[in-house]
């Protein structure tokens, strides 16, 4: 035999090895884009654009669907609304960039993860996670013991919770209420889920974790989203009888909601949930400031400034889908809404499970109603995070069994 030429199964055998580690250097790197985004050095997009080379490169062919097109469609559009607005300040450049490396990510991991098995991947954004949350745990009781421990029992305003944030304090996640709160219930609820698709089981020390998290964050986001989350996935996986005593512990339960969610100072100036109703006041009142085409990229400072009663700087209005239609007008925001539809319908059409995606779904809007700009990292996250998820498989949520461990 030519010794020159190696047989040719092991010529693809080697090829079955390459293939192999880069596949496995795709899953590091997949996981270490889920932690970059705590890290108090934004290095993650540059961690984003690297894991979606290697995810590029053992993608075997385009992805091709109606979100996908959607999805081009209102980034394009931002794209010519951010180009025609130029020259642009640095915090607009930031978001611009923002916006075409969390959308690259999305559909390169998207595109990976659709034509691969991803059970091993699973696990090893179980141990991330365990990771991620043992280490928000421990910044959030930081920065309690830096406040000594007087809003351990909730915080009585949004100013108190927000002063809880001491950037000398910082070393993981986020040093703003709000949006580390957003971030704890998005990944929290992938958290909850895991258990759900791995061993078709509720884990309800997870549950119990992350709402911990959710309280020691003082912010109201995270406690709402999960609440409705949790909520629902209980409610799918119940029988009668425990739907029944479901719904009356949610009765029994809504004074302290109430007052948890600080529902007498809803309307409050200096409260959290006063500032977005007030700047919602001035998008609807206002709506005809607004062009059909939209006011150009991250409008949201100028229109708030001139019209909302009180603008404490926020550089959007606190609303995804308004935020869509105030920057980019009727294109942004319908091609944006499509987006979203058209993507848990992949879901579904790929894997089935009908209720697990909407499930999932649930504290994705339910923030967005309140937050974000529609191109943020933890929205972008969430959504690959739901889709790696939902290709363990269709699970019955009336086969899920509640457990402690």
């Given at each position: 035999?030519?010794?020159?030429y ?21 899953e ?10 705590f ?31 959607f ?11 951010f ?14 960039l ?17 034509q ?8 090893w ?27 351990l ?17 910082y ?5 703003d ?6 971030r ?7 958290y ?20 911990l ?39 029994l ?115 967005m ?12 996250l ?24």
């Amino acid at each position: 035999m030519n010794r020159c030429y190696a047989p040719h199964w092991q010529v693809m055998q080697k090829f079955s090895n390459i293939r192999g580690n880069q596949s496995m250097w795709c899953e590091v790197w997949f996981c270490l884009a889920l932690l970059a985004v705590f890290l108090p050095v934004k290095i993650y997009p540059l961690v984003f654009l690297v894991a979606s080379a290697f995810f590029a490169f053992d993608t075997k062919g385009w992805l091709r669907h109606g979100w996908v097109w959607f999805l081009a469609v209102f980034a394009g559009y931002a794209a010519a609304a951010f180009l025609m607005g130029l020259p642009a300040e640095a915090r607009e450049l930031t978001n611009f960039l923002k916006l075409l490396v969390n959308f690259t990510f999305l559909y390169a991991a998207v595109a990976w993860l659709v034509q691969r098995h991803n059970g091993r991947l699973l696990q090893w954004v179980d141990i991330t996670l365990h990771i991620a949350l043992a280490l928000t745990l421990l910044q959030l009781l930081v920065y309690h013991q830096a406040a000594g421990f007087r809003w351990l029992g909730g915080a009585a305003t949004s100013a108190q919770g927000s002063a809880l944030y001491q950037y000398g304090t910082y070393f993981w996640g986020l040093d703003d209420k709000n949006m580390f709160g957003a971030r704890i219930a998005l990944l929290g609820f992938v958290y909850v889920l895991l258990p759900t698709v791995r061993r078709h089981a509720i884990v309800w020390w997870r549950i119990a974790l992350v709402l911990l998290l959710a309280w020691l964050s003082l912010s109201r986001t995270p406690m709402v989203a999960l609440l409705m989350g949790v909520g629902f996935l209980v409610w799918l996986a119940a029988n009668t009888r425990w739907r029944v005593a479901l719904g009356v512990l949610v009765v029994l339960a809504l004074p302290v909601v109430a007052q948890v969610v600080r529902v007498g100072n809803i309307t409050a100036s200096n409260d959290g949930m006063g500032v977005r109703l007030t700047y919602w006041k001035a998008f609807f009142e206002h709506f005809s400031a607004i062009s059909p085409m939209g006011n150009g990229f991250m409008s949201g400072s100028d229109f708030l400034g001139r019209y909302a009663a009180f603008y404490h700087g926020e550089p959007h209005i606190h609303n995804t889908f308004m935020s869509c239609y105030l920057d980019f007008g009727i294109v942004g925001l319908v091609s944006y809404a499509l987006f979203l539809c058209q993507y848990f319908r992949f879901g579904v059409q790929q894997y089935g499970g009908q209720w697990f995606w909407w499930v999932a779904a649930i504290p994705l809007l339910a923030i967005m109603m309140i937050l974000y700009s529609g191109y943020d990292n933890d929205i972008v996250l969430y959504l690959v995070l739901a889709f790696l998820l939902g290709s363990a498989g269709p699970v019955s949520a009336r086969h899920l069994k509640g457990r402690m461990g």
